[in-house]
């Protein structure tokens, strides 16, 4: 079933990947069927998970979460478990942190961010958390992104904080 799903995405957006072949991208998901289950995890919280072409540092494809909008079943979550073990008042239900560990995935990075970015317009009307360095981290803050006026803007906002339009896009290597 989650084949099929992707099959469809892949083919309905060549856009995301326009130097792949399905039966390349088929070929290696046959081969790692633990990836399937991430994927299909990655779907049902709201990701839509789609190949956006090869890591040029391993040559695996690179999986990640292509919804329009941050995706839905993974937002109002606060940075990692650090912050949320330190919200005192209105906690958040958890953390990207965690739940990016129960799905598989690791959060984007600002670089495959704006890779996903230079493919198509995404998170107009939401924003999304992004792997954060540790320094920044150890100070208590933690990066997330959007897009707005045709541009990717990179913000920081306590590692606590979360909001109704703040998810998460992970991604994986196959």
Not at 21 to 34: F, G, I, M, Y
Not at 55 to 80: N, V
Request: neutral net charge; contains cysteine; aromatic residues 10%.
């Amino acid at each position: 079933m989650m084949l099929e799903i992707l099959k469809m995405r892949f083919l309905d957006h060549e856009e995301l990947h326009p130097d792949l072949e399905w039966s390349e991208v088929e070929r290696r998901l046959l081969k790692a069927p633990e990836a399937i289950a991430v994927l299909q995890r990655m779907e049902e919280s709201g990701g839509e998970p789609e190949t956006i072409g090869y890591d040029a540092k391993t040559g695996k494809l690179i999986f990640c979460d292509c919804a329009k909008e941050s995706p839905a079943g993974r937002r109002s979550l606060c940075y990692d478990e650090k912050a949320l073990q330190g919200r005192r008042k209105n906690p958040p239900s958890g953390s990207a942190e965690q739940k990016a560990k129960e799905i598989g995935v690791s959060l984007m990075t600002e670089e495959l961010y704006r890779k996903l970015q230079s493919l198509g317009s995404f998170d107009l009307k939401t924003s999304s958390w992004i792997a954060t360095p540790q320094d920044i981290r150890r100070k208590g803050g933690a990066l997330f992104c959007e897009r707005r006026y045709d541009t990717v803007f990179i913000f920081h906002n306590g590692a606590d904080s979360y909001y109704s339009g703040r998810g998460f896009r992970g991604y994986i290597l196959v």
